[in-house]
């Protein structure tokens, strides 16, 4: 395929509405242990949006752009670069956008010790300008290191195996939070992170879960999924008084802070967390925090970060993920409320960002 064209959406670095475009752009060719996908299927992720708006432009290097975002992809392998045997042309297969060092032919500690998402030398990310930029699922063909291309069942469709990538981010999150049975345990946020939260936690056997969300839709579906009780901030309730009302005042022993960008849901957790109790970090915030170091000292809190995914022992987190959705435990075809074409971006993310009133779950792209 060398020198041919495909179609997809390019993003000049600009904040949005600007910047974006449809056209044509260079088909990449797989490297030796790489292997080139028809992207079927890609998310559209709330880091895409943060970088649209500009909030994570600034760890962005210019000379990456013009880049093609989308790091949630799914598809078929279309070609291999010489040496691959993980997979073959026409495997049907979910894309682990995270490459470490280790991919690029070094290894530092990080990636050999399995953590590659905090690779020393800077993690490349399929379809997310940061350290190389390699194409992702806004464009038709991604080309991904042959490790971190998973087969797909015959019975995961491409848009199931294309948000995996949102799944794995709450594996790792379970297993850096380690719920005990009998927990109570609170989920800040219901966006897509915190929706797959509360089926996460429920194939653990977490039954008391309260779901924080900021809409009324996401309450219902967060109750949909499993979630005990849930408080909806639009209706102006105060989700620390009511954590504490429905626990008795002691507090929940985990909250998973689910929201990111807002730096109030992360002191929000912290507050209604029990004495001894855990917060587990996902979003990050665009702003600094406000946080009473007081109450984390005097309660004796545990703040943990959980940043994307890795290896869980010698299994991919990204592969347990695949097989919650393979078994039922989680459901990804009912939280893909809005499928575009990505030639009609414009509409899309016209309603994409505005969540609230379109009821937006997780948006995904769809190709034939």
Known sequence: MANEKMKAIVWDGSVYPRGLSYEEVEIPSPPKGWVLVHNRAAGICGA???????????????????????????????????????????????????????????????????????????????????????????????????????????????????????????????????????????????????????????????????AVAKYGHQAQMAEKYGAAHSIVLDSNEDPVKEVMRLTGGRGVDQAYECVGGNSNAFSQAVEMAAVGGKIIMFGGTASPSMVSLSTILYRELSVLASSSYCMAGDKPEFQIAMELVQSGQVDHKGVITHRFRPEDYEKAFEMIFSKKQNHICKAVWVRE
């Open 48 to 210: 895409d949006l943060m970088a649209l708006r500009g909030q994570t432009r600034d760890k962005m290097p210019d000379k990456l752009f013009p880049a093609v975002l989308g790091h949630e992809n799914a598809g078929d392998v279309v070609k291999t670069g010489e040496g691959v045997t993980r997979v073959k042309v026409g495997d049907r297969v979910a894309v682990e956008p995270l490459h470490g060092c280790i991919d690029f032919g070094k290894s530092c500690p990080m990636c050999l010790s399995g953590r590659y998402q905090l690779c020393l030398d800077g993690v490349s990310h399929v379809g997310m300008p940061m350290k190389r930029m390699l194409p992702g699922g806004y464009g038709e063909y991604s080309i991904v290191h042959e490790n971190h291309v998973y087969p797909m069942p015959d019975s995961m469709s491409y848009e199931e195996g294309a948000i995996l990538d949102v799944l794995a981010v709450n594996v790792h999150g379970a297993m850096i939070g380690k719920p005990q049975l009998g927990d109570t345990v609170a989920v800040v946020g219901c966006g897509i992170i915190g929706i797959n939260m509360i089926q996460v936690l429920r194939s653990m056997g977490i039954t008391k879960i309260i």
